[in-house]
């Protein structure tokens, strides 16, 4: 089985590459998702791993697997030089190419997949049905949503243990009452989707990487606020889209985890 095979399998199996082209082109976005690395080999294995780090294609060499598909773009912008000494991306890709280990790399168009990482961090937070913040032909990103109600500090509690971290910011009172939840992955605040969470009337909304400001024009507004770290929010859902997928691979597969970074 070659590189190509997996690729076709992943864009069939949960989003192809056009849906982040519109995803781009719709709301004025950059990626780079697609074949980063192709070696040309027949494929040993495929380890899925968030990112594309030192650690994963040291996990990659040891179980002799030569494919390693990430979420995050293992190359995002141009490459103006490659610093073995000192940049750690570099290095990364330096020994996926000393080694022959292909990468792909499959970013908003997972994100934005109908079951995609956006989708299963709502499931994570206990909603389904919800309103898309910026809808595409097939998916979206960004939701609002009711889920089962609670007050604050019992929701945070879940989240914590659905998620597997407790690296969690909470801004809330622990009496507060939760029942419309609106959450967006990886680094998903900005003026649009405070109005959204607003407009939907959230009482608490969920994302990662987020400004003082966002958090001020939240918690100002009524809506509690939980930080989780990027990796956090976006790796329970490649997660899921792994075990999904993996029985139909056809190759020797594993998922990483860098739990430092939760």
Do not use: W
């Not at 950059?30 to 990112?51: H, K, P, Q, R, W």
């Not at 293992?74 to 022959?100: H, R, V, W």
């Not at 934005?112 to 898309?132: S, V």
Request: include cysteine; glycine fraction near 8%; charge should be negative.
């Amino acid at each position: 089985m070659k590189i190509e095979d997996i690729f076709s399998l992943l864009e069939k199996e949960v989003a192809p590459v056009s849906l982040s082209d519109e995803f781009c082109g719709k709301y004025k976005m950059y990626d780079n998702s697609g074949i980063i690395i192709n070696c040309g080999n027949e494929v040993t294995g495929a380890l899925f791993s968030l990112d594309l780090t030192v650690k994963a294609v040291e996990r990659a060499k040891t179980l002799g697997f030569n494919l390693i598909v990430t979420h995050h773009p293992a190359i995002y912008g141009g490459i103006s030089k490659f610093d073995l000494t000192a940049d750690p991306q570099a290095q990364a890709l330096a020994e996926c190419m000393k080694n022959g280990i292909s990468v792909i790399s499959m970013h908003l168009n997972f994100d934005g997949a109908p079951q995609g990482i956006d989708r299963f961090l709502c499931r994570g937070l206990g909603g389904d049905k919800a309103e898309i913040s910026a809808p595409l032909s097939n998916g979206g990103y960004g939701r609002v949503y009711p889920v089962a109600p609670t007050d604050f500090k019992n929701f945070v509690q879940n989240v914590k243990k659905e998620f597997s971290t407790d690296r969690v910011l909470a801004y809330g009172e622990d009496n507060k009452k939760v029942s419309r939840v609106a959450s967006f992955c990886g680094a998903g605040c900005d003026e649009h989707n405070i109005d959204f969470a607003v407009n939907g009337k959230a009482d608490v909304f969920v994302s990662a990487d987020m400004k003082h400001h966002e958090i001020l024009a939240l918690t100002q507004r009524g809506i509690a606020v939980i930080v989780l770290t990027h990796y956090a929010s976006e790796n329970y859902g490649f997660e899921k889209i792994y075990l999904n997928i993996k029985d139909g691979l056809k190759v020797k597969s594993e998922y990483f985890t860098d739990a430092s970074l939760l």
